[in-house]
């Protein structure tokens, strides 16, 4: 008997066609039992490989949901979250330099249309991003990828005739109704090429918006275009784009376009997502704010996938309050079961994020906030004129590992922090080199569960590989394959496909046997293994009274670009996608090359509104590290372009790992 999986969408190019899945070989189908694979749905046509379902089980159905977090508020001074048309008048920076909350009191006074709005940053992008569908050094931001303004601007009309309808006494417009925003090139944009970092999605065009840019759109975000990523979002260094305060350094990847644009004032703000690392290390690396959310809070339908269950879409902004504001939108209409049926694991009740600083001179107090003394760096040390290596300092003092800037600056916060009321401390967290059921019993865990195709499964990769043979994540880019030139098709084979052993090449077939080979069994206890991870982790927090962490994701001054990736960054970026907790990054200084230092909260899964009101607090009393504004770029007579194979290369000198999990794991190994 045969059940319907979920099909891959069409490209521009071609009918890609339906998959149809045969259960009665399928190794991870046991009689009388409900194939996980056969209850995917798409909501209609996106993009090729941008699944409209999520897989259940990781996240949705293995991670339990913890009670309704109840953030510690007091109320605000203001009825309304926005400030006064007249005060945003009063300031005398340019329009484009003003924060989202900002814009929106002037759209919604009259005082700015939308158009206007849109013109203007469309201005600013022709004038400094330099030329457009580019791969390596451009010679400016090389931010966007790809815009249409007939687009922007039509959504700028219609935004603007609502604006006008409230004004009049009609229904009220959305705060985000006209602000201009721009979109991760791995999800669905209506009328938009989606082609993930590489020429060779060429052809893959979004039919109908990913969930959450069609809950942006609902509201009246006008779509500036599509904003460059790592190539297959596989790396978290970034080499396309140039950082926004300096092009001659990284930008941080995979979400390198839209960390850059928030920034450097290409857009109001931008939709990035994050599998190991993508939104905080470019938000680190440019001095965004920005959230990276539990899994299943934001649907991941119509994002093209890099690993189903560990995938998330969150705001990438130039404030905390921004970032909420986004965030508001993406989760206000709640569950996505059809598209992402992660989301039914949010809290009933979830709260929306506040958007304004609570007030009196601790805001902070009654938090805890740790600061975890079982963490480790990747470092790189210079041996040599030319070569390099990396050691990973374990069982130290990971602040050992920052450099002199980035720990004074660390030290500052932690201060600040306290002079807010917190209490900060240092706690011991999970020992992730521990593999015992107590400590890690999932992550990266070279426990053996079995064997499929000569390749051991472990834990990690129990739950990953038949999320991604459910999510059709081989079959979908195959189906898309066939309609390309050869060339193409081959890339796209090498990279979607595995090469198993005696095999001469890595085959479609071959990855789609590994995927679903894995037993019913083994896939049930690498869930179990995963629920047990968070656990552990949790009751460490429990254990020391901790609300949330205080970390720094990029210890010291990124690196150069076309020159070397390897920098002080968290061996583990990996970490907080596996146990599904969410982060926000913010800035909290300089260091000695004038490059933002941004420091991030982490804690335990859907705890999003508690560490977004501590963020914004932090910014309200320290607004001097979100407020600076880049200085424009100046353009490079010699522009680099890349080739796909030298912009390959250079990313695979990425010492941080893959934004893979299933490659960082054997890298890790």
């Not at 390198?256 to 644009?261: E, R």
């Not at 997502?273 to 704010?289: H, K, L, M, R, Y």
């Not at 004074?408 to 401390?425: H, Y």
Request: net charge negative.
């Amino acid at each position: 008997m045969k059940k319907d999986g979920a099909p891959t969408a069409s490209a521009s190019s071609s009918d890609a066609p339906t998959v149809a899945v045969d259960t009665s070989t399928d190794p991870g189908f046991l009689p009388g039992e409900m194939n996980r694979r056969s209850l995917l749905v798409r909501t209609g046509g996106a993009v090729a490989v941008a699944g409209a379902a999520a897989a259940l089980g990781p996240v949705g159905g293995a991670l339990a949901a913890p009670p309704t977090p109840t953030p510690k508020r007091l109320s605000s001074s203001s009825s309304s979250p926005l400030p006064s048309a007249a005060s945003v008048l009063a300031d005398e920076r340019q329009l484009i330099d003003h924060e989202v909350m900002e814009l929106a009191a002037l759209l919604q006074a009259g005082e700015v249309s939308a158009v206007e709005l849109a013109e203007e940053y469309y201005a600013r992008i022709n004038d400094f991003n330099g030329p457009f569908e580019t791969y390596g050094d451009n010679g400016l931001y090389g931010a966007f990828v790809r815009i249409n303004e007939d687009i922007g601007l039509s959504a700028a009309k219609v935004a603007d005739e609502r604006l006008a309808a409230a004004r009049a006494g009609g229904p009220a417009a959305p705060y985000l109704c006209g602000i201009p925003m721009g979109v991760k090139d791995s999800i669905a944009t209506e009328g938009f090429a989606a082609q993930d970092g590489t020429l060779d999605f060429l052809g893959n065009v979004g039919l109908e918006d990913a969930t959450a840019v069609g809950r942006l759109r609902a509201l009246g975000v006008v779509p500036l275009g599509i904003t460059i990523a790592s190539s297959y979002s596989g790396t978290i260094a970034g080499t396309f784009s140039g950082n926004a305060w300096n092009i001659e350094y990284i930008p941080g990847g995979s979400s390198q376009g839209s960390g850059v644009a928030s920034a450097a004032r290409l857009a109001a703000a931008c939709l990035g997502e994050e599998t190991g690392g993508s939104v905080i290390f470019p938000s680190a690396c440019n001095g965004d704010s920005s959230i990276k959310v539990s899994q299943g809070l934001v649907s991941v339908a119509g994002l093209m996938p890099l690993s189903p269950g560990y995938d998330t879409i969150g705001p990438i902004a130039r404030s905390g309050r921004d970032a909420s504001l986004i965030l508001n939108a993406l989760i206000a209409e709640g569950p996505d079961p059809f598209g992402d049926p992660q989301t039914l694991a949010i809290p009933r009740g979830y709260p929306q994020l506040s958007l304004t600083p609570r007030i009196g001179p601790k805001p902070l107090a009654g938090l805890t906030i740790g600061i975890n003394k079982k963490d480790w760096m990747t470092v790189a040390i210079k041996v040599g004129t030319s070569e390099e290596t990396t050691e990973t300092k374990q069982n130290v003092d990971p602040q050992s590992t920052y450099g002199p800037a980035h720990l004074a600056a660390f030290e500052r916060l932690c201060t600040e922090l306290r002079e807010l009321g917190a209490s900060v401390i240092d706690f011991n967290g999970v020992d992730y080199l521990d593999f015992s059921e107590g400590s890690n019993p999932y992550f990266n865990n070279p426990t053996v569960l079995e064997e499929v195709e000569g390749s051991k499964v472990t834990p990690s990769t129990a739950v990953l590989s038949p999320n991604r043979y459910d999510f059709h994540y081989t079959e979908a880019p195959q189906a898309f394959a066939a309609t390309r030139p050869t060339a193409q098709a081959e890339n796209l084979q090498k990279n979607f496909g595995a090469k198993l052993p005696g095999a001469p090449a890595a085959t479609w077939e071959g990855a789609i046997k590994q995927q679903g080979g894995v037993k019913e069994t083994a896939r049930r206890e690498g869930e179990r293994r995963r629920r047990l991870w968070a656990s552990n982790y949790k009751a460490a927090f429990d254990a020391a009274g901790i609300d949330f962490m205080v970390v720094m994701s990029v210890g010291d001054t990124p690196p150069k670009r076309l020159v070397s990736q390897n920098y002080a960054c968290r061996r583990n970026n990996q970490m907080a996608n596996s146990l599904s907790f969410p982060m926000v990054n913010f800035p909290i200084g300089f260091d000695g090359v004038g490059l933002p230092i941004s420091a991030q909260f982490k804690g335990p899964r859907f705890s999003e509104p508690q560490m977004a009101q501590a963020m914004i607090d932090y910014q309200a009393r320290h607004p001097e590290w979100h407020t600076p504004m880049p200085p424009d770029p100046v353009v490079k007579p010699t522009a680099k372009i890349l080739s796909k194979k030298q912009a390959l290369a250079m990313e695979s000198e990425d010492l941080s790992g893959s934004n893979d999990p299933l490659i960082a794991m054997e890298n890790f190994r």
